[in-house]
């Protein structure tokens, strides 16, 4: 089986857990005996383009013709079975659907984001979700709030994009939706159900986990998205030294305020951006991992890492977080606010014993996205985390190993057959 994997690299100051991801699929599929054919870009090279290069930018997005000109040369060559695409912005463009189709390759999009409707890709806009252009022909909200990298311009441009491409999306083979939300969030957008599958992403098996060690960690970027504002909110209301370690690892715009909260508090430690090594030491030394996104944070790696330790996961009720900790709580509740979250996961699946608004799963708990009941999540996550070990380990050995997720993925694109080349 021979696959062209796309993928537009995100720049590495900035580090991408999709960068990661696609690294190991990559590695994952070839261990497994499938020829790969990397055709990668990454945003890195824009700053050393030639002046040519740089004054087609800006339509990158919706044709970039010599991606286009490079992918042909190479369907054409080689003959792949099947391009699988992942990140298509700036430098790839959706258009490598319809190159792909012209030479009669099917293709397989994993949805990483939003950005079939978003223009920033995330839901999240000025500290909440936001779903403005859902739904619109083109999405004028964002180019008012100026959502693509804080340009009125480029903010046209993508909308412009998203609204071209639309039937381009629509001509998808194969959609892989990280978590049912995503499934959801593309059958809102029009594809049918035969054209979705459900597989998540995977990381490499760190073997037997260690004893659970004492207190938190949570690792993500530092913005406002991701919530660590909110899981301080909630580490303050509890006394110093109450609820043991918050360790907290990452970096990002809201550095300033955790390096403020280590200063204030010796129970909160910041352990800055971590390598490889540093992120296993990390959770060993944890007893539970929280992931406390207030956006629908499609599937953060940091929590299939955590299944993979044996350490339970506390999550925010949004996005695929539900799905991940196996919680009972709806995976997409139907209000976007607290209230409307709070209501989704009161007394889910927590039985008499659980405190009302607490969600629990197989592999942890979810919570609405607010301090008060992230506070009272809090210890009742610390005292539950040795019962939740042996199920986070055993969801992860079940649903996350590369081993199943690798037989997934080629089963996938054994089920696209290659129609014959009219070029």
């Known amino acids: ?18 960068n990661t991801i696609v690294d190991s699929e990559i590695a994952q599929l070839t261990a497994a005996g499938v020829e790969v054919l990397p055709f990668i870009r990454s945003s890195d ?32 060559e080689h003959r792949p079975d099947v391009l699988h695409l992942h990140n298509p912005y700036p430098l790839i463009s959706p258009w490598v659907v319809r190159t792909a189709h012209r030479h009669g390759v099917p293709v397989v999009q994993t949805v990483h984001n939003y950005r079939q409707v978003c223009s920033s890709g995330i839901y999240f806009r000025d500290g909440v979700i936001c779903q403005d252009c859902k739904g619109r022909a083109l999405g004028v909200p964002a180019i008012k709030h100026r959502c693509y990298r804080d340009s009125a311009v480029q903010s046209a441009l993508m909308a412009t994009t ?21 499934a959801d969030h593309l059958r809102d957008y029009g594809i049918p159900d035969e054209r979705i599958v459900v597989k998540p992403n995977s990381v490499p098996d760190p073997g037997r986990p260690a004893p659970l060690g004492d207190g938190f960690l949570y690792m993500a970027r530092l913005s406002p998205e991701k ?20 360790r907290i690892a990452g970096d990002g715009e809201l550095r300033p305020l955790v390096e403020a909260a280590a200063a204030e508090r010796p129970d909160v430690v910041y352990l800055g951006q971590l390598d490889r090594a540093g992120v296993q030491a990390a959770v060993e030394a944890s007893a539970v991992v929280i992931a406390a996104a207030m956006w629908h944070d499609v599937l953060p ?45 009161a007394g889910g699946g927590g039985g008499s014993a659980m405190p009302a608004g607490i969600g629990l799963g197989e592999a942890g708990w979810v919570v609405a ?20 070990a042996l199920g986070a380990r055993a969801r992860y050995e ?21 129609t014959p080349n009219p070029v």
Do not use: C
């Not at 089986?1 to 999709?18: D, F, K, L, T």
């Not at 381009?168 to 990280?178: E, G, H, K, M």
């Not at 037989?407 to 694109?413: A, M, S, T, V």
């Open 1 to 18: 089986m021979r696959i062209v994997v796309a993928h537009n690299r995100y720049r590495e100051a900035q580090p991408s857990g999709e």
């Open 45 to 76: 090279e824009i700053p050393s383009m030639s002046k040519a290069a740089k004054a087609l930018l800006p339509i990158s997005p919706i044709w970039a013709p010599r991606a286009q000109h490079d992918l042909s040369r190479l369907l054409t």
């Open 162 to 182: 998203l609204a071209v491409h639309r039937g381009t999306w629509r001509s998808v083979d194969r959609y892989i939706a990280l978590t049912s939300a995503i």
């Open 227 to 246: 919530g660590v504002d909110l899981l301080l909110d909630a580490w303050r209301r509890h006394p110093v030294g109450a609820l043991g370690t918050l």
């Open 301 to 345: 790696t940091v929590i299939i890492e955590a299944l993979a330790n044996g350490r339970p996961v506390l999550g925010t009720a949004l996005g695929g977080i539900p799905y991940l900790v196996g919680a009972d709580a709806p995976h997409e509740p139907a209000g976007t606010g607290p209230a409307e979250v709070a209501s989704a996961v």
């Open 369 to 388: 996205p607010e301090p008060a009941a992230l506070a009272a999540a809090l210890p009742v996550a610390r005292a539950g985390a040795s019962g939740l």
């Open 398 to 418: 079940r649903t996350f190993h590369p081993d199943v997720v690798t037989k997934r993925l080629i089963d996938i694109y054994a089920s696209l057959s290659r």
